[in-house]
């Protein structure tokens, strides 16, 4: 603030009654207009006004928060009155300046007049290059500055902060020996931006010797600190050493735990800052949505929409929206998601990064790409981001939509974003589950491969294709280059052994990740092994496995032993297997389907009967089997003994030209996988409307001879359907690649890529 001691009394009452009128400034808005009408009334009568004038009013604008006019008021000081600003004159005007080039003009002047030097105008400078970016601007006066205050200090480390030069925070506060509450709170952001919580540590033990931790915004930025590094008991031991919280320190603790996915706690710690009679804000109800989508609570949830719709939230802040959308879609309910979404009054590119992935999250990939294209097609100020991309390309993966995915490909090229650690990944993906893993490695050893996400799709797309020994290859070459593997690396390593019979190699990274990398097996873990040993015919040792097991077998392990047992043929320890799941897990319709197919198979009709009355009496409906292509940029979709494609008796008639072909060559229709009991001419019938069948025939007669047919389909593919496929390959001299819920199958020559191991 401008002192007026020194000013000589010699202008006039008029003077007098505009410093008056500059030192009435009130904070209300009625009083701070009529104070500063006064003020510019008192200055307009002002003969001869001089430097001490003029910068009270350049003052009186920032304080009113008139930058334009301050700007204006400094220039027409500067020429029409012929004054020479001086010292006090720069930092006013500098707090006035809303863009980059006002400060640079301003700066230029500073120079003119020899004030650069001054620690009150280089201060200012300090701020004003910290604050619109040129960073380096601010560092190489903050260098040149003969006297720096705390002030000075605290704007080029929060400077640093907001550009995201987090580690330059951090380097440059080794220079410090005195901290204030403001730079402990600006290194505390700057330890969680680059990760060094051991530094965040050291500067909580500062705040606590010198007694800043007491402040109340240190405190709140200590508990953000310590959830962003996992440590819940750092956080809560903040909080519980607080005099005084406030609904920011209620927002923090409750946001750290739901963070860090204990549900419960944060509910409770919800619910004692409504007995401590703290209203929740905006914030709260956003981390209190996350909270019930992780419990699950879909009444709670609509509660949590009602009650931001009474206070208006939901309409006015898209924050609120974005977060209510976001738990609607983690509760699976996807079109209340939707119904939210287009209630929205305006939407941002978090808006609809959150219905995409809602959308394919809950395996709605088409549905996911469709509003993708939306917002394309919706232009204006949305720009896709980083979030956009690495939500619609996995639903690209899962539609097989290779055309759409390329599309986005180009898109990125243009962009420079397809060298982004985590959308390169997503790209690599999208290419390796749509059948094109050159493409998918291409791209793998274009990006940054520093840690361990890219590495985990490559070996898992490498699996999915049944290239096992590829994919340990990677492995190895990923430990060469010094990537730490993680628990994720494991499971998708164990189940690249698994699609390819690699006994030996899964017990070896089984053993590997608990003897050299400490990692602890998780029941994903476990559910490999047993899918390896079950696979590979091994259903006694799987059995045994899991009667070893130091965890209780879920869903997943027993579902993995039934599998294997309806593959071999077991029915007996099938039975003990699914005795086990229904304990577990019995409102699930898959497993319930799994055994009816085993006895099926077996010839068993009254343990079909039986499984199929329970599973009517439990209202369960078994999932039905489909299949896509894509043709001339449009998806046809096939459903098992569906005849109403407009096309279904082209199809049939092809496939049963080519089913005679087949049979001239040694086909023989296997009727285990017919599971009705009837004549053998009507499992013949049954066997050929399979879905994927129906595709394949789409494919012969929609496309030109020798192209490659490709499918996705959302079960797995039946043994006689593999067998088909293979003689079709042959007969057509196509190649034929089906993506099924398990893995890829090449077909080309009459043989399989997955060796008849899948």
């Not at 290859?473 to 699609?499: N, Q, W, Y």
């Amino acid at each position: 603030m401008l002192s007026f001691r020194l000013i000589p009394t010699s202008k006039g009452r008029s003077f007098t009654g505009f410093l008056q009128s500059i030192r009435e400034l009130s904070s209300t808005t009625n009083a701070l207009q009529d104070s500063w009408r006064n003020a510019r009334h008192a200055f307009d009568h002002i003969k001869n006004r001089d430097v001490y004038a003029w910068n009270a009013m350049v003052s009186g604008y920032v304080r009113v928060g008139n930058s334009s006019e301050a700007i204006r008021c400094f220039s027409l000081f500067m020429v029409k009155s012929g004054l020479r600003p001086d010292y006090r004159t720069f930092p006013s005007v500098l707090k006035a300046c809303r863009y980059l080039i006002d400060g640079l003009k301003i700066h230029c002047l500073a120079l003119k007049f020899g004030f650069v030097w001054d620690v009150f105008v280089a201060a200012s400078l300090v701020h004003l290059y910290c604050r619109y970016g040129p960073v380096a601007n601010a560092r190489r006066l903050f260098d040149e500055m003969p006297f720096r205050d705390m002030g000075t200090w605290n704007a080029m480390l929060s400077g640093y902060c907001q550009s995201g030069n987090a580690k330059d925070a951090l380097t440059l506060s080794n220079e410090l020996k005195v901290m204030d509450a403001v730079t402990i709170v600006s290194l505390l952001s700057a330890c969680t931006e680059s990760g060094d919580f051991t530094r965040g540590v050291m500067i909580h033990l500062y705040s606590i010797k010198h007694g800043l931790d007491s402040e109340l915004f240190v405190s709140n930025k200590l508990i953000d600190m310590y959830a962003e590094s996992c440590n819940l008991k750092g956080c809560q031991k903040v909080f519980d050493w607080m005099i005084v919280r406030d609904l920011i320190s209620w927002n923090s603790i409750i946001k750290a735990y739901e963070l860090n996915e204990q549900p419960l706690r944060a509910l409770w710690l919800f619910q004692e800052m409504r007995l401590n009679r703290v209203q929740p804000d905006r914030l709260t109800l956003i981390s209190l949505a996350s909270i019930l989508a992780q419990l699950g609570d879909i009444l709670a949830g609509r509660s949590v929409q009602g009650f931001t719709l009474r206070k208006g939230w939901f309409l006015e802040d898209i924050t609120v929206g974005n977060a209510v959308v976001d738990m609607y879609a983690k509760l699976g309910l996807v079109d209340s998601a939707r119904a939210v979404f287009n209630l929205l009054p305006s939407k941002d590119v978090i808006s609809w990064n959150t219905i995409i992935s809602g959308y394919a999250q809950n395996g709605f990939a088409s549905e996911a790409i469709e509003m993708y294209n939306m917002m394309e097609e919706e232009g204006g100020e949305i720009t896709a981001n980083q979030g956009t991309w690495v939500s619609v390309l996995p639903a690209c993966s899962q539609a097989g939509a290779l055309r759409q995915g390329m599309k986005i490909h180009g898109r990125l090229l243009k962009n420079g974003l397809y060298l982004d650690v985590f959308v390169g990944t997503s790209l690599a993906d999208m290419y390796g589950k749509c059948g094109r893993l050159d493409d998918a490695l291409s791209l793998f050893y274009q990006i940054p491969r520093v840690n361990s996400v890219p590495w985990n799709t490559l070996i898992a797309c490498h699996g999915l294709h049944g290239h096992g020994e590829k994919a340990m290859m990677l492995f190895r070459e990923m430990l060469d280059e010094g990537v730490k593997p993680d628990h994720i690396t494991f499971v998708t390593l164990l189940s690249a052994c698994s699609h390819s019979g690699l006994v030996d190699e899964g017990k070896w990274c089984f053993e590997l990740m608990q003897a050299d990398y400490g990692i602890t097996p998780s029941l994903k873990h476990y559910g490999c092994m047993v899918d390896l040993f079950g696979r590979a015919g091994q259903l006694e040792t799987a059995f045994n496995f899991i009667k070893t097991m130091p965890l209780q077998p879920d869903a997943s392990i027993w579902g993995a032993l039934l599998s294997a047992c309806r593959v071999h043929g077991n029915a007996d320890l099938g039975k003990i297997a699914s005795e086990h799941l229904f304990e577990v897990e019995p409102e699930h319709v898959g497993y319930h389907v799994l055994l009816s197919n085993m006895y099926a198979s077996a010839g068993k009709w009254e343990g079909v009967d039986e499984i199929r009355s329970i599973a009517r009496g439990k209202g369960l409906r078994k999932t039905p089997g489909w299949s896509s292509m894509e043709v001339n940029n449009k998806v046809e979709v096939f459903y098992t003994g569906n005849q109403t494609h407009p096309m279904y008796e082209e199809i049939y008639k092809e496939l049963t030209m080519l089913h005679s072909k087949m049979k001239m060559i040694g086909y023989v229709p296997d009727h285990r996988f017919v599971l009705q009991d009837v004549e053998d001419d009507e499992k013949e019938h049954i066997l050929m409307s399979h879905s994927e069948r129906l595709a394949i025939g789409f494919g012969l007669i929609a496309t030109p001879p020798k192209t490659t047919i490709q499918i996705f389909k959302n079960l797995r593919v039946c043994g006689d359907c593999h067998s088909v496929t293979k003689f079709i390959s042959r007969i057509t001299e196509r190649e034929i690649i089906v993506r099924d819920s398990n893995r890829f199958h090449h077909f080309k020559n009459g043989v399989c890529s997955c060796g008849d191991y899948w």
